[in-house]
């Protein structure tokens, strides 16, 4: 159970492309998921958290324009990184906690490595 | 502030070599403890939950424990399919993850 799916696993665009990236919790229903950022050696930095049915709340210094989330139902969330520059190459990460248990664990997609040329 | 700290940053070990891994933390409000299993390219793995001091946690060759300020994942006679990267994170408001211990079990 509490498996969460992410797609698309790797990417590589030219300079300036918008990236669509999708996560699905695929056996529970998650009114709140989160996305994360992740450079080599360091720890998993949460980018936003995705809220359904309303707009997502960002974390200090992460541009809402570029990174745009839509939450359109309980099973999914996407993050679009917008005119995407080789500095937006990082992996990234969702994860998703079943809804009505907020201190039960955040169950992780596969991530999601974004290269931009 | 949030902040937790995992030591050592990397570790080796024989295969059947027991040995723990620490985790440091302070946070407002402790709501959750997890550890979590990270394999290269992957996403994290659920491991363990830990609520409150003196709690304890088990599974296969892994126990998690838990104290006011710190927690530790001991590994029993690892196996080489144990390499990983295992991750400490906390629950105050958000999730704060570790940098992680990277272990690496040699046959």
């Known amino acids: 159970g509490a498996v969460v799916s992410q797609h698309p696993s790797r990417v590589i665009c030219k300079s300036g492309t918008s990236v669509k990236i999708e996560c699905r919790s695929l056996d529970f229903q998650a009114t709140t998921m989160f996305w994360y950022r992740q450079f080599p050696k360091q720890s998993l930095m949460l980018m936003a958290t995705s809220n359904e049915g309303s707009k997502a709340t960002y974390e200090q210094g992460v541009e809402k324009d570029k990174f745009l989330i839509n939450h359109a139902s309980l099973t999914l969330s996407t993050l679009t990184v917008t005119s995407a520059h080789p500095e937006d190459s990082s992996f990234y990460i969702c994860s998703a906690r079943e809804t009505g248990y907020s201190n039960q664990p955040q169950h992780f997609g596969d991530g999601t490595r974004l290269s931009i040329l | 502030e949030d902040q937790v700290t995992q030591s050592p940053e990397a570790l080796r070990l024989q295969e059947g070599e027991s040995s723990s891994l620490n985790c440091s933390y302070t946070?407002?409000?402790?709501?959750?403890l997890f550890w979590y299993r990270q394999d290269p390219g992957k996403g994290p793995e659920f491991l363990f939950t830990l609520y409150s001091a003196g709690e304890e946690k088990e599974k296969e060759r892994l126990k998690a424990t838990l104290t006011k300020k710190e927690s530790f994942l001991h590994i029993t006679a690892p196996k080489p399919e144990d390499s990983a990267t295992y991750l400490c994170a906390v629950q105050g408001g958000n999730l704060i993850f570790g940098k992680g211990t990277k272990l690496s079990v040699k046959p």
């Open positions: 946070v407002s409000g402790l709501r959750g």
